[in-house]
């Protein structure tokens, strides 16, 4: 499947999130700059509304540590595509899962995979 991807943010912030991301439905990664200048995939998700999840992870109300942890000291990235279908978001974030291994999730989502073009 061939997704359009958002622009890379190198930035994380209530203020990126409101001004780039749209409420609909749809997959995102995360990523982290490491020192070395490259930057890797911390987190892989979707929603029902991108912009309320994305600003969910960015409240002190998060409850994965590990990637609260992240957000708060170190520089953090993101990129989303719109997908509307659930049961492709599901696979979408499964191929994604299994792709990068990223860290900060803490459970695998259990989805059969579903290939789409990475960013």
């Known amino acids: 499947m061939n ?20 409420t609909d439905a ?3 990664l ?5 020192t070395n200048g490259n930057w890797k995939a911390i987190y892989a998700g979707q ?14 109300n998060e409850i994965n540590k590990l990637l609260k942890e992240k957000i708060n000291k170190k520089v953090i990235g993101f990129e989303y595509a719109k997908v509307s279908l659930q049961s492709s978001r ?3 974030e499964q ?13 695998d ?3 059969t995979p579903i290939t789409v073009n990475l960013p």
């Open 3 to 22: 997704i359009a991807w958002s622009t890379f943010h190198s930035t994380y912030s209530e203020t990126d999130v409101n001004k780039y991301v749209p």
């Open 26 to 28: 749809g997959i995102y």
């Open 30 to 34: 995360l990523w982290v700059k490491l």
């Open 47 to 60: 929603a029902k509304n991108l912009k309320t999840r994305l600003l969910e992870h960015l409240s002190n």
């Open 90 to 92: 599901e696979g979408i």
């Open 95 to 107: 191929f994604l899962y299994d792709h990068y291994k990223p860290e900060c999730n803490e459970i």
């Open 109 to 111: 989502p259990g989805g």
